[in-house]
């Protein structure tokens, strides 16, 4: 019965990535045109790490704990 049921959620998991491959097909599209997402990455990931940074300070605090 264990090798069924790993044999099942391996196919839950190929249907699951079959879906979202055909569901995104854009970023398919974007992988193939080169260089462009290296480009943008570069140029969008600095500013996106500075402000997410700055947000994650403010969430900063204590947490206590009472067991009695």
Known sequence: ????????????????????VSVCPESRCRAASGGEWRDRFLSEAPRKWEAYRSFAKRLQGTNTHKTY
């Open 1 to 20: 019965m264990g090798h069924y049921a790993g044999a099942v959620s391996l196919s839950a998991a190929s249907l699951v990535a079959l879906l979202v």
